[in-house]
């Protein structure tokens, strides 16, 4: 499956990392079909980490949102509405766990997608990675990653059915997984069957689901391609580097990610990280950051972009002019 795609034509709304966050989703829907009645927007970007709120489970609206845009896209058109995988999203298709600090992102959409389970996997295993444009700007959801720039082509058609397939294999030679399963369970300190209901809503031994997460451990450790995707949606872009050699990444991963684009790509846009101020940054002349709801700082600050794939931009500094306030 082809990782990359190219919008050549057409007005693009853009939005990044909801997180599950309801209020601002539906004003994102809102939005966007007014503007494609006015003929203002004929597609939708989703940046990626749509799913998993930060707050209580009520106020989570993941599941919701997710049908939604699976639906929307059904209606449009996979090339009028676009999802980019993020780093929230990749979890699921594998079975690992996220968290940060006390806050566990991953069990609770795991027990939300009851009867979605199927048809949510099958839409996640699809996403692209990125989204090259008319207009030189290139989207991810994460940005900038210099480990990633000599992975462009292991990226490009990134197959995650054989990850899981090959996963699988290995686990069948073991041959009866009980052994493994006690090992597993003297290294947590709880028993398989416990962490296995807690992080995949499995039902129990019985269900076909039990071993996905032994299968999550050993992709995570043993496969070298998820440790590739890893850093690319992990990547925490500027942090750890001088501006200089930064806006010089920048410039190599367009370089890497833009060949063979329809025009040659000139500015990162991604989501993925909290601004410091209002709903953008412009990280550099290269990088533009978008914070929708989540990471915009305050909330009521997020913004979407909306873009003219045809009109070329050379700068980072020229996408301020095209984003708009969401609340
Ligand atoms: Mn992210």
């Known amino acids: 499956m082809q990782r990359y795609l190219a919008v050549r034509t057409g007005k693009m709304m853009v939005v990044s990392d909801l997180h599950g966050d309801g209020e601002a989703f539906d004003r994102c829907i809102g939005t966007f079909m007014a503007l494609r009645e006015d003929g203002e927007a004929d597609r939708l970007l989703f940046l990626g980490d749509v799913i998993h709120g930060y707050g209580t489970p009520e106020e989570d609206h993941s599941l919701r949102m997710l049908l939604r845009i699976i639906d929307l896209q059904e209606r449009l058109g996979s090339d009028h509405v676009i999802m980019l995988l993020g780093n929230h999203e990749m979890p699921h298709i594998y079975g690992v766990s996220l968290a940060k600090g006390d806050l566990e992102f991953t069990p609770r959409f795991e027990w939300v997608m009851g009867e979605h389970r199927e048809k949510i996997n099958k839409f996640l295993m699809t996403l692209p990675f990125i989204v090259r444009t008319s207009a030189g700007i290139l989207f991810c959801h994460a940005g900038p990653d210099e480990s990633s720039i000599n992975r462009v082509e292991r990226l490009r058609d990134f197959d995650h059915e054989a990850l899981l397939k090959d996963a699988d294999q290995s686990l069948t030679q073991q041959g009866d997984l009980s052994k493994v399963y006690e090992a597993y369970a003297r290294i947590s300190g709880q028993s398989y069957e416990a962490l296995a ?15 996905h997460l032994m299968r999550a451990l050993y992709i995570s450790e043993r496969d070298h391609r998820f440790g590739v995707l890893w850093d690319f949606l992990f990547t925490q872009n500027d942090r750890g580097y001088v501006p200089t050699i930064y806006e010089q990444i920048c410039q190599r991963y367009l ?63 020229e996408l301020t002019r095209l984003t708009h306030r969401l609340f």
């Open 197 to 211: 209901k807690k992080y995949l809503a499995v039902t129990g031994p019985d269900d076909p689901r039990y071993p």
């Open 255 to 317: 370089d890497a990610f833009g060949t063979g684009a329809p025009q040659l790509q000139r500015v990162v846009a991604s989501g993925h990280i909290q601004v410091p101020e209002g709903g953008y940054q412009v990280v550099n002349d290269r990088h533009f950051r978008l914070a929708t709801a989540a990471h915009a700082t305050p909330r009521k600050e997020g913004c979407y972009l909306l873009v003219d794939t045809m009109k070329s931009v050379y700068h980072a500094d």
